[in-house]
C-alpha cells in the first residue's frame, strides 16, 4: 500500500477543494459589487454557511499542517483563530435564526472576531522571525489606522459601538505592524489573508456604527470568507514550503 502516494492524493484533494470554495466566496463579494449591497434574504443563509465552512477549513487546514509538520506556533494559533471565528459566527448567526434579528452591536460574537486578531497577533510573533525593519516602519500602517478610529469616536462620540470599532482599528494596526515586522511577506498567501481580515473586520465594524453606512461595507461577510480560504490554502503552503 503506498501510503505516501495516498497522502500526496488526499493533500492535493483537499487543497483543490480549498481552491472551489475560495473562487465561491470571491463570487459572493462580486455578488455584492453587481447588487451594489441589496442582497436577498438567502444570501445572507448562503453568505454565512461559506463563512462558517471557510472558517472551519482554515482551522482544520492549520491543524492538519500542525499534525503532518510537528510543533509549529503559526499553525497553532491558527487552528485557535479558525475555531475561535466559527463559534463566535456560529453564536451569532444562530441567534439570527432562531429570534429572526441580528444581535446589537458590540456583542458577545464580537469578542471572539476580536480574539482572531490576537491568536493572529501571537502566531506571526512566535511562528516567524523578526526581519530587520525598526519598529518605526510600522507607523506608516498603524498611524492611519489608529487615527481613522479615533476620528470616528470625536464625529459620532463616544459610545459602546464607537469605542468598540476603534478597539477594531487599533487590533487591525497591530495585526498589520506585526505582520510587516515578522516578515509575513515571505509567504504571499499568508499575507493576503491577513490584508483581507483586516478590511472585512474593518468593514463589519462600520457597517454596524456608522448611522448610513455605505453599501461597500456590506461586503464585510463574504470577505471574511475570503479571508479564512485564503488562510487554509496558507497554511497548507507554509506547511509545505517550511517542512524540512
Known amino acids: ?53 471557510a472558517s472551519m477549513a482554515a482551522a482544520g487546514a492549520a491543524a492538519w499542517s500542525y499534525y503532518r509538520r510537528g510543533p509549529d506556533m503559526l499553525l497553532a494559533h491558527g487552528v ?25 452591536y458590540p456583542t458577545v460574537a464580537d469578542l471572539g472576531f476580536a480574539g482572531v486578531f490576537l491568536f493572529l497577533i501571537a502566531g506571526f510573533q512566535e511562528g516567524l522571525p523578526r526581519n530587520r525593519l525598526p519598529l518605526w516602519a510600522a507607523a506608516p500602517i498603524a498611524l492611519p489606522l489608529l487615527a481613522a478610529g479615533l476620528w470616528l469616536v470625536a464625529v459620532l462620540g463616544p459610545n459602546a459601538k464607537t469605542m468598540t470599532t476603534l478597539a477594531m482599528f487599533a487590533l487591525s494596526a497591530a495585526l498589520l505592524s506585526t505582520a510587516l515586522l515578522r516578515s509575513v511577506h515571505r509567504h504571499p498567501i499568508l ?35 475570503v479571508t479564512f480560504s485564503l488562510f487554509a490554502i496558507a497554511y497548507l503552503t507554509y506547511s509545505k514550503e517550511a517542512a524540512p
Open 191 to 225: 499575507l493576503a489573508a491577513t490584508v483581507v481580515c483586516v478590511i472585512a473586520h474593518i468593514c463589519n465594524s462600520l457597517n454596524s456604527t456608522l448611522p448610513d453606512p455605505p453599501w461597500v461595507v456590506k461586503e464585510a461577510g463574504a470577505l471574511a470568507a
Open 80 to 104: 485557535f483563530a479558525g475555531a475561535t471565528w466559527t463559534l463566535a459566527n456560529t453564536f451569532w448567526y444562530a441567534y439570527f435564526i432562531l429570534i429572526g434579528e441580528g444581535l446589537n
Open 1 to 53: 500500500m503506498n501510503v505516501s502516494g495516498a497522502s500526496r492524493y488526499s493533500d492535493s484533494l483537499f487543497r483543490g477543494a480549498l481552491w472551489f470554495l475560495l473562487a465561491v466566496s470571491v463570487g459572493l463579494v462580486a455578488y455584492v459589487v453587481l447588487q451594489h449591497g441589496q442582497m436577498p434574504s438567502v444570501y445572507t443563509d448562503i453568505g454565512n454557511a461559506v463563512q462558517l465552512t
